[in-house]
Nanobody, 121 residues
Framework: QVQLVESGGGLVQAGGSLRLSCAASGRTFSNYGMGWFRQAPGKEREFVGGISRSGDRIYYADSVKGRFTISRDNAQNTVYLQMTSLKPEDTAVYYC??????????????WGQGTQVTISS
């Protein structure tokens, strides 16, 4: 089992920045690719970005490319999502997930509880 706890969400104005963290416990963190997903009200969960086990490969959804940055610290069992130039359409609950390095949610076995990000215009 891997337990994931996200933090860092909140309310910011458009154009602002937030840094989300996802702390993992349980099995060896470095064995898992990590992903960030988000779900806005009334919409399906969508892929935001993923990072491989060692952090040497990172992939972003087109909607966030150039604005969001994923990183991980395997010594601290934590993955981060740095979000800049935030837009109202980035408003969603953000989830981190552990599994295979993939953009597909079904390839992630473990999920956090989510953290709310709200961007005001």
């Amino acid at each position: 089992q891997v337990q994931l706890v996200e933090s860092g969400g909140g309310l910011v104005q458009a154009g602002g920045s937030l840094r989300l963290s996802c702390a993992a416990s349980g099995r060896t963190f470095s064995n898992y690719g990590m992903g960030w997903f988000r779900q806005a009200p009334g919409k399906e969960r969508e892929f935001v970005g993923g990072i491989s086990r060692s952090g040497d490969r990172i992939y972003y959804a087109d909607s966030v490319k150039g604005r969001f940055t994923i990183s991980r610290d395997n010594a601290q069992n934590t993955v981060y999502l740095q979000m800049t130039s935030l837009k109202p359409e980035d408003t969603a609950v953000y989830y981190c997930a552990a599994g295979s390095y993939s953009s597909l949610s079904h390839n992630y076995r473990y999920w956090g509880q989510g953290t709310q990000v709200t961007i005001s215009s």
